[in-house]
């Protein structure tokens, strides 16, 4: 089965400093892993996966994330953060079967202080 | 192309009462989901369909049923709303299991 584990679920940074959302998987498989981005009162909008092959994968927005297989890891980062960069922010892994269907993490409330 | 369309945006109810909320996607998109979202908890999937005339548990199905008769709509039922079903609910859609997941904007209900 697979799971997915997001520690903090608040984060705050001032504008201009990194943003480090942190995303941990459990998987029996090779995981596909996506983040999701939701603003207030929006759906969900995709930032980046991760299927085969690089292990950095850039997304939208100047985000980018790191497929660590050692540390079951898959965070989130962005060098400098923005003040629209604030959001609900969901790491979620594509489960096996003929649905696939996505398991989300309980997801990390992204706070940017100017 | 409007994507992934949800039927209402907000909708308050009384316990007991029954309602159906309704999925439209305009993308001939075979797998169809619907997911609610809580506070702390990410979101869930409640039920889901991989084609039309077909539908599926997922996580949280208790309390709510669901039907695909037509491609493009997926709807969600409650018989008989309880305040534990308050929560806001979001549509996905996708072509195959390996494309794009797409979400639609989300219904928020509150049962009182």
């Known amino acids: 089965a697979q799971s997915v584990t997001q520690l903090g679920s608040h984060v705050s940074v001032s504008e201009g400093a990194l943003v480090l959302l942190r995303c941990n998987y459990s998987?029996?498989?090779?995981?596909?892993l996506f983040w999701y981005v939701q603003y207030p009162n929006q759906g969900l909008q995709l930032l980046l996966k991760?299927?085969?092959?690089?292990?950095l994968v850039k997304g939208i927005n100047g985000f980018e994330a790191e497929f660590k297989k050692s540390e079951t890891s898959f965070h989130l980062t962005k060098p400098s953060a923005h003040m629209s960069d604030a959001a609900e922010y969901l790491c979620?892994?594509?489960?096996?079967?003929?649905?696939?269907?996505?398991?989300f993490g309980s997801g990390t409330q992204l706070t940017v202080l100017p | 192309n409007a994507g992934v369309t949800q039927t209402p945006k907000f909708r308050v109810l009384k316990t007991g009462q029954s309602m159906t909320l309704l999925c439209a996607q305009d993308m001939n998109h075979e797998y169809m989901y619907w997911y609610r979202q809580d506070p702390g908890m990410g979101l869930r999937l409640i039920h889901y369909s991989v084609g039309e005339g077909t539908t599926a548990k997922g996580e949280v199905p208790d309390g709510y049923n669901v039907s695909r008769l037509k491609k493009q709509n997926f709807l969600l039922g409650l018989e008989s709303a309880a305040p534990s079903q308050t929560s806001v609910y979001f549509c996905?859609?996708?072509?195959?299991?390996?494309?794009?997941?797409?979400f639609g904007p989300g219904t928020r209900l509150t049962v009182l």
């Open positions: 996905a859609s996708r072509a195959s299991p390996d494309n794009e997941q797409f």
């Open positions: 991760y299927t085969t092959g690089a292990t």
């Open positions: 998987s029996s498989v090779p995981p596909y």
């Open positions: 979620a892994v594509k489960r096996t079967g003929s649905a696939r269907q996505l398991t």
